[in-house]
């Protein structure tokens, strides 16, 4: 696969990367704190309500988990926040003033807000270091991206964010070689390339060993406070480990929400969720 053959897959993915975007993202205001509201959200699929006017509000540098039963509306709740689904009602604000249900999927990702998806998708035929360098920000017009050359700063933000996720021995290993828990890394990193101040982590730790799993945890952590991540995950050993605030979805709407020890010890939440 040549570079011009990935630029082009590149493009097509369904995933928050994109090349043409504009070049300066809006203002984004975060002056109450808060960094993502949702309010009165609904959205009905064949008559099933999947998000139920489901209010959501989400601290500027936190790391949230999302937990709750299949079909309780965590994948729709984050398809909304980047644009790939509409409610049929309420409202969804990325700080003060930037109204995402006015925004397309790619003026949402270049706002700020990053997606990791469950099974990662790396590019296997390129290097782990090609694969950062094709998700850097910044200039994303196809040529000028063939042909432009990183500047000392890029570079080093690169050689930053391979350290962060754990990867820099194996920059010049081809990503289909990693394990399925250094693409998950990777991926992570290819989303920090771009500079985001809201990232959704689908099941990060989905078949992942007991090492990659605390390491896992380790990264996530590390990225609170530099800026906000929102996690949704089954595994509740997981979720034990890196839990600050959790809340748990049901039936399309919060169910409850507090720290791990009040959500443990809540009656609602053992009966639809943690008694399984």
């Given amino acids: 696969?040549?570079?011009?053959?990935?630029?082009?897959?590149?493009?097509?993915?369904?995933?928050?990367?994109?090349?043409?975007?504009?070049?300066?993202?809006?203002?984004?205001?975060?002056?109450?704190?808060?960094?993502?509201?949702?309010?009165?959200?609904?959205?009905?699929?064949?008559?099933?309500?999947?998000?139920?006017?489901?209010?959501?509000?989400?601290?500027?540098g936190e790391l949230r988990c999302i937990i709750g039963p299949?079909?309780?509306?965590?994948?729709?709740?984050?398809?909304?926040?980047?644009?790939?689904?509409?409610?049929?009602?309420?409202?969804?604000?990325?700080?003060?003033?930037?109204?995402?249900?006015?925004?397309?999927?790619?003026?949402?990702?270049?706002?700020?807000?990053?997606?990791?998806?469950?099974?990662?998708?790396?590019?296997?035929?390129?290097?782990?270091?090609?694969?950062?360098?094709?998700?850097?920000?910044?200039?994303?017009?196809?040529w000028s991206?063939?042909?432009?050359?990183?500047?000392?700063?890029?570079?080093?933000?690169?050689?930053?964010?391979?350290?962060?996720?754990?990867?820099?021995?194996?920059?010049?290993?081809?990503a289909g070689s990693l394990s399925h828990g250094q693409k998950q890394w990777l991926e992570i990193g290819m989303l920090l390339a771009q500079n985001p101040k809201l990232l959704l982590v689908d099941e990060p730790v989905a078949g992942m060993t007991g090492q990659e799993m605390e390491r896992t945890a380790e990264l996530l952590t590390s990225l609170a406070g530099s800026r906000t991540v929102v996690v949704v995950e089954h595994d509740m050993d997981f979720v034990r480990s890196i839990a600050r605030t959790v809340t748990v979805l049901h039936q399309g709407r919060v169910l409850a929400e507090g720290d791990m020890d009040e959500i443990q010890n809540d009656q609602r939440v053992i009966d639809v969720y943690l008694g399984d």
């Fill in 1 to 60: 696969m040549t570079m011009l053959d990935t630029m082009r897959s590149y493009m097509r993915r369904d995933q928050v990367f994109e090349f043409l975007i504009p070049d300066t993202p809006p203002d984004l205001d975060l002056t109450h704190g808060m960094i993502l509201y949702l309010e009165g959200i609904t959205v009905s699929f064949d008559g099933f309500k999947a998000i139920d006017d489901l209010n959501l509000y989400i601290r500027d």
């Fill in 70 to 142: 299949n079909g309780a509306g965590k994948t729709t709740m984050m398809d909304i926040i980047t644009g790939k689904t509409r409610p049929d009602a309420g409202s969804a604000w990325f700080g003060q003033q930037i109204n995402l249900l006015k925004m397309s999927e790619p003026e949402i990702a270049r706002a700020g807000i990053g997606r990791k998806f469950q099974k990662p998708t790396v590019f296997g035929r390129h290097t782990v270091i090609e694969n950062l360098e094709l998700a850097m920000a910044g200039d994303r017009r196809v």
């Fill in 145 to 174: 991206t063939l042909v432009a050359r990183l500047d000392g700063e890029q570079r080093d933000r690169i050689d930053e964010i391979l350290d962060l996720v754990g990867l820099s021995e194996m920059v010049r290993i081809r």
